[in-house]
């Protein structure tokens, strides 16, 4: 049990990576909130984890509303008595298209998930960190926020802002013992997002196209991501702080 009866957010843990997330942490300990905008898609992951012995529950929250964060986290106070690590794993893109076809609603949206809700993480959950004595943030950024390649610009963009962001958090908030770390996985088609990323359906001709980039020869699953969140967010990495690890197969070399 590495992170048994630590109190963990997973934002967007209705689906994708960040359900992946929310199982692996519940199963080694964890009492987990597991957080969505869509309330239907939450409920039925804590209700999966609580099913298999895990301790979970659900709360909706827009990870871009202010009120919606503080109450996000209130709520893992109040049901756990403190908050150790909150996962900032929402994410959206645009469409994969030209930089110059993304409409302002697009990039707004794409900034506001992405990024804004780190700074609303941040303001609320520092002082439930600091009553705690210290706390964790797992953001999870992108291998599109170091290598960048062209139709994903403004969603590139918006991972480079979060990994640069952990750092100088992690520089600031290191004497309040709280550690900031970024994950940056790379493509994973099996997720909601996949299509916006790969422009389309995953077919084999985009299957291959990315594949080919990768030098471990497979995509990312969100076992491989969760596994590195369980690593962050437990005691054993009591003295990491400021890393981005990529779970990328070496595609960023
Ligand atoms: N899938 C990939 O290939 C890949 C690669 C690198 C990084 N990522 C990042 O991983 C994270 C998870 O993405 P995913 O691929 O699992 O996508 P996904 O669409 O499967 O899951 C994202 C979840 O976030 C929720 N969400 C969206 N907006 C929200 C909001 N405002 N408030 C709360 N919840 C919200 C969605 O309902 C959804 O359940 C994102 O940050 C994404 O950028 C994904």
Redesign the pocket.
Known sequence: MRVKDKSIIV??A?????EGIAHRLAEEGAQVIV????AA?GEKVAAAIAAKGGKASFFR????KSADVKALVEAAVQRHGKLDVMVN?????HRNRPALEVSEEDFDKVYA??MKSIYLATIHAVPAFRANKGGAFIN?A???GLRPRPGLTWYNGSKGAVITTSKSLAAEFGPDNIRVNCIN????PD????AE?AGGPVDEARRAKFLATIPLGRFSTALDVANAALYLASDEAAFISGVCIEVDGARCV
């Open positions: 934002t967007g209705g689906g994708g990576i960040g957080n969505d905008i869509d898609k929250a827009d990870v871009t794993n929402a994410g959206w893109t998930i992405n999870i992108s291998t599109a996985p790379v493509f994973n997720t909601g997002l996949s990323f």
